[in-house]
Structures are given as C-alpha cells and as structure tokens.
Nanobody, 123 residues
Framework: VQLQASGGGLVHSGGSLRLSCAVS????????IAWFRQAPGKEREEVSC???????????TYADFVKGRFSFDRDIAKNTFYLQMNSLEPEDTAVYYCAVARSSYHCSRMDYWGKGTLVTVSS
C-alpha cells in the first residue's frame, strides 16, 4: 500500500496549488480520506476529511482556518484524490500529508499515510 502525495511548491501569497494523492495497493471505496498539515514547530492538524457513502455521495469537512479556500476532488479511475488550495497565505506554509482510513466514516484514526509534500507560501 502506498499513498504518494505531490503538488507542493513555492507560491506567492494569494496563489493556488493543487495537491494530489495517488493511492496504490487498494481501490478507494467507502474509506475516509483526509489531508493533514504540519507547520514548523507546530503539531499536525487536520485540514479536511471526506467520508464516502458511495461512489457519488460523500461528506466533506474542513478546518476553520480553510475559510472556503480549499476544496476536495477525486478521480475514481486514477484512484487519486486532490486538495485544491486557493488564496494561499503565508500561514498555510507546512508539509501536507494525505491519509486514508479504510472502511471508516471518520478521520480520527488513519490507516495509511503519504510522505508529505511541502507547501511554502511567501508574503
């Protein structure tokens, strides 16, 4: 099983990035999918959590600091999910991790983690 996160980079304040998480080793189904981040000197925090009812129905929650700037997307055929991040701020600078909890409806305990992708937002 492998989660490969990518898409991080350096962007100016107000810019956008799209993070990807390609999953291999199993097919995403009714799993909980999440993005976390960890800024330098801070604890890891949840950015978004998506729980899947079926292939067309899923529920999304976002941390308060997202403020409508980020959105989730997935490509079932590619077994990949995404985090579109707009209006980035320097406070969003962190390593972003994708994670999956198999057959779960919450993101409190994840089974698999990607290695992380660094997002740096300059002012």
């Amino acid at each position: 099983v492998q989660l490969q996160a990518s898409g991080g980079g350096l962007v100016h304040s107000g810019g956008s990035l799209r993070l990807s998480c390609a999953v291999s080793g199993f097919t995403l189904d009714r799993d909980a999918i999440a993005w976390f981040r960890q800024a330098p000197g801070k604890e890891r925090e949840e950015v978004s959590c998506v729980t899947t009812v079926d292939r067309l129905t899923y529920y999304q929650t976002y941390a308060d600091f997202v403020k409508g700037r980020f959105s989730f997307d997935r490509d079932i055929a590619k077994n990949t999910f995404y985090l579109q991040m707009n209006s980035l701020e320097p406070e969003d600078t962190a390593v972003y991790y994708c994670a999956v909890a198999r057959s779960s409806y919450h993101c409190s305990r994840m089974d698999y983690w990607g290695k992380g992708t660094l997002v740096t937002v300059s002012s």
